[in-house]
C-alpha cells in the first residue's frame, strides 16, 4: 500500500476565488476543516485509489462506497459534516481514479469480494464501520452478508427492490435501453452516447429535488464532472447490469449486524413501502426516513445523514452541532 501525504483539505487544491460561485461546494468550507490523506491498493487487479479523510488515530472508522458511475467526491458532503471519525472512501474499480478489475467481474459478487480485499488489505477487517450509498448500498450489503465481517452498516438510499418495480419505473425501462443501445452500437458511437452531455443533464434534472438554484446547479456540475470517469464502456456497461440485476434486499436476510437505512420519501428508484419491507428483511434495523428529498440525500441532505450517522454509532460529532440533533428510526 501506497499513503500520499496529509493534504488540509481538497477544497486546498485550486483557489476558490478562480470558481464560479454556482460551481462552489456549499460544503467546501468544511471539508476543508478535515486532514485529507491519499493511498493506492492494489486489490483483484485494480489499482484501487482511496481518500482517508479525519484523524489518522480515531477510534472509530467508516469504509464509504459510492454509487453507480460516481466516485468518492460524491459522499464527501456527508464527510465534511462528520468530526472526530475517520472515514475512508475509495473509488470503485473502473470509476474515478480506480482500474477495472482483472481478476474478478464488474458484477455485484466481483465489487463485493473486492470490498472485502479492500478492508483486509488496511487491516481494518471486523474493526470499520461499512456504508454505502444507491449502487454502494447493493455492494456492501452483498459483502456484509457473504461474510465481510464489520460492528454496523449503514445504507444512505438503499436499492431496496428490482430497478424496474420503483416508483419510476418506465423512466427506469428508458435507462435500460439506452444502455443497451450503448452496449450494441460501435466502440466510439456507443461511447459517445453514455457520456452525452444532454443526457447526463436530463439525468441529474430528474434526481435533483433541491430548489435551491445554487444548490442545484453545483449538484448539476458534479454529475457533468464525475459522472463519465470511467474507464471503458464495458466497466460501465457490466456495472449497470449489476446495480439493476441486483438490491439490498437479496442480501438483507444474511446481515446480522445493527443497520441503518437512511432513506428518502421522494427517492425515484425505491419506494417507501418498498423501504419498510426491506427493513422488515434486516434482523437488527432501524431507519431514517428523510422527507421531501429523492435519490440525492448526499448532495442535498448531508447534514441529516451525518446527524443520523453519529446517532447510530454513539460517536463522533457533527460539524456546528454542540450536540447532534439525531433523527432516529424503530430498532428492532
Request: proline content about 5%; some cysteine.
Amino acid at each position: 500500500m501506497s499513503l500520499g501525504a496529509v493534504h488540509e483539505g481538497q477544497v486546498c487544491r485550486c483557489s476558490l476565488e478562480s470558481i464560479p460561485m454556482s460551481l462552489i461546494s456549499p460544503y467546501a468550507a468544511l471539508l476543508a476543516e478535515l486532514p485529507v490523506r491519499e493511498g493506492t491498493v492494489s486489490i483483484l487487479g485494480s489499482s484501487t485509489k482511496f481518500w482517508d479523510y479525519g484523524p489518522a488515530d480515531a477510534e472509530t472508522i467508516i469504509v464509504a462506497v459510492h454509487g453507480f458511475r460516481g466516485e468518492h467526491h460524491g459522499l464527501e458532503p456527508v464527510v465534511a459534516q462528520l468530526r472526530g471519525l475517520r472515514v475512508i472512501s475509495p473509488d470503485l474499480p473502473g470509476f474515478g481514479e480506480s482500474t477495472p478489475l482483472t481478476a474478478a467481474t464488474h458484477s455485484i459478487a466481483g465489487y463485493s469480494a473486492w470490498l472485502t480485499a479492500f478492508v483486509e488489505s488496511l487491516d481494518l477487517d471486523g474493526r470499520a464501520i461499512i456504508l454505502g450509498h444507491s449502487f454502494g448500498s447493493i455492494v456492501t450489503s452483498a459483502a456484509v452478508g457473504a461474510g465481510l465481517a464489520t460492528p454496523r452498516l449503514v445504507l444512505i438510499n438503499p436499492i431496496a427492490a428490482p430497478a424496474l418495480s420503483g416508483p419510476k419505473a418506465f423512466l427506469t425501462w428508458l435507462t435500460v435501453m439506452y444502455y443497451r443501445l450503448g452496449a450494441a452500437l460501435p466502440e466510439k458511437l456507443g461511447a459517445a452516447l453514455l457520456g452525452n452531455w444532454i443526457i447526463v443533464h436530463i439525468t441529474s434534472i430528474v434526481m435533483v429535488t433541491t430548489t435551491d438554484k445554487h444548490l442545484r446547479r453545483w449538484i448539476h456540475n458534479q454529475h457533468h464532472t464525475y459522472f463519465s470517469r470511467y474507464s471503458d464502456r464495458s466497466t460501465v456497461l457490466d456495472g449497470f447490469n449489476a446495480s439493476v440485476t441486483s438490491d439490498v434486499s437479496m442480501a438483507a436476510p444474511a446481515i446480522t449486524v445493527p443497520t441503518l437505512l437512511i432513506a428518502a420519501d421522494h427517492d425515484p428508484i425505491t419506494s417507501v413501502r418498498a423501504l419498510h419491507r426491506l427493513q422488515d428483511l434486516f434482523v437488527d434495523s432501524s431507519m431514517v426516513m428523510l422527507a421531501d428529498v429523492g435519490h440525492l440525500i448526499h448532495y442535498e441532505r448531508p447534514l441529516e445523514a451525518a446527524r443520523a450517522i453519529v446517532g447510530f454509532l454513539g460517536t463522533g460529532s457533527v460539524a456546528g452541532d454542540a450536540l447532534p440533533d439525531v433523527a432516529s428510526g424503530g430498532s428492532r
